[in-house]
């Protein structure tokens, strides 16, 4: 599986980040595709981590390199290049099934 290296992960968000405020962060250092804060599906609450895809490589390792460490919204964001997602077999994850067999 080959490394996207445009798409950052973006750690230590403020719950009150929001997609429009991590795009217009991002913008600093390049053109960016795409921000998203991820929110937990039941409460719609930020998880506090998002992704941004940027326009290219060059621009992606210009945001790492300068937007690691700053502030956004009052906290201190971390900024890595994102691993590839990684697809776990459904049913054997501890996913809080039970399985009644006497």
Do not use: C, H
């Amino acid at each position: 599986m080959e490394e996207n290296k445009k798409k950052l992960f973006v750690g230590g968000l403020s719950y009150d980040t929001t997609d429009e405020s991590l795009r217009e962060f991002f913008s600093q250092a390049g053109n960016v595709e795409s921000a998203a804060v991820i929110k937990d599906r039941m409460s719609g609450r930020s998880k506090g981590f998002g992704f941004v895809e940027m326009s290219s490589e060059e621009e992606a390792e210009k945001a790492t390199n300068t937007l690691n460490g700053q502030s956004l919204d009052g906290r201190e964001v971390s900024v890595n290049v994102a691993r590839p997602k990684v697809d776990s077999p459904r049913g054997n994850d501890g996913g809080g099934r039970f399985d009644r067999r006497n």
